[in-house]
């Protein structure tokens, strides 16, 4: 169950008490963020304005991956591997569908069972939101928030399919994807985009009698790789074998993500991709707003279901009604 956002909106106060790193300021942050609220709004605004100097110095990293890759196990294996080295994780996640279901990373955390009771572990899930671009935005502010707080690692899995991946690679800095052994299959169903989106592909549960298929499936997906147009011109993509069940290959995909995070870093491309993530922020939020809009207010409201029922029959084009709602919304 949600906390209640706090009653004082006074976003100094709030500020306070995340820079503090208390945890239960945090949750009530979030949940001020969450809500749709105009006032709660107002003061979430202000909030992370306020905490904007204090955010940016985390490594955000993105996981996507197949039903059943792991993305849970991965997740706190990896997150428990790096509070043991002294880092603070908040793992967050996007998934549109959260409006029904509150985001499968709710069920999830029984699998996160070490890093679900890690004092140095932060895990939230997506906010509900009728649009992915809403619950995007949210998922930003959110990743602010945390950042914030001190915590210096921030994984975002996204859990749905189609946009949602393109969401989660425009708001870190890292974005990888998660794989299975036999590759021969998985390359039937595998979704260029979301490939050429990734930084780096891990082919789990390389344990076990599992280890020569995890190797080969590693060897197929390096061969497709290279016919695909990469996402960094200064960063080849690199596919590994790990097992989040022992553990083995977690250090090393970790030490592959910093390895990218000082050679990003270096060319120039770490801070460029930040700032353009920016700019997609502001649209994703322009976007919530006007969706917002559209839905809230009476006149169009109104009128929406003739509008609705005369493009259903034909007697109107969908170019037209757009047209009638801009003007509606004087636009």
């Known amino acids: 169950m ?7 909106l006074d976003s100094g106060s709030l500020a306070s008490g995340i820079l503090a790193g208390d945890r239960s300021v945090v949750a009530r942050a979030i949940t001020l963020i969450e809500s749709r609220r105009a006032d709660h709004q107002a003061a979430a605004r202000q909030l992370v304005q306020d905490l904007l100097p204090r955010t940016g110095n985390a490594l955000r990293i993105g996981i996507t991956g197949v039903p059943g890759v792991g993305k849970s196990t991965t997740i706190d294996a990896l997150g428990t591997f790096l509070t043991r080295q002294g880092h603070k994780i908040a793992v967050l996640a996007v998934d549109p569908s959260s409006a029904r279901t509150g985001g499968s990373i709710l069920a999830d955390k029984t699998r996160m ?8 572990a932060f895990i939230r899930p997506s906010p509900a939101g009728g649009t992915l671009g809403g619950v ?4 930003r502010e959110t990743m602010l928030i945390c950042e914030a707080a001190g915590y210096d690692v921030v994984l975002v899995e996204t859990i749905g399919t ?4 393109t969401a989660v690679s425009d708001m870190t800095d890292f974005f990888l994807v998660l794989m299975l052994p036999g590759a021969g299959d998985e390359l039937q169903g595998l979704k260029k985009g979301v490939v050429e989106l990734a930084d780096m592909i891990a082919v789990n549960k390389a344990d076990g009698d599992n280890v020569a298929r995890a190797n080969a499936a590693a060897a197929e997906y390096r061969a497709a790789l290279h016919i695909l ?6 960063w080849s993509p690199p596919v590994v074998t790990y097992s989040a069940l022992t553990g083995n290959g977690i250090a090393e995909l970790w030490a592959t993500i910093l390895r990218h995070r000082e050679q990003t870093g270096t060319t120039g491309e770490f801070a460029a991709r930040r700032r353009e993530q920016q700019v997609k922020w502001m649209w994703a939020m322009l976007e919530d707003r006007l969706h917002a809009r559209l839905k809230s207010d009476p006149t169009v409201r109104g009128k929406l279901p003739r509008i609705e029922a005369a493009v259903a029959e034909g007697s109107m084009s969908p170019a037209v009604a757009v047209d009638e ?7």
């Open 2 to 8: 949600s906390l209640a956002p706090p009653r004082n």
């Open 113 to 120: 069972a070490r890093l679900s009771c890690d004092p140095q």
């Open 136 to 139: 995007a935005a949210k998922t």
């Open 162 to 165: 189609g946009q949602s991946e």
């Open 229 to 234: 147009s990469p996402r960094s011109p200064n």
């Open 325 to 331: 709602i801009a003007t509606l919304l004087g636009l």
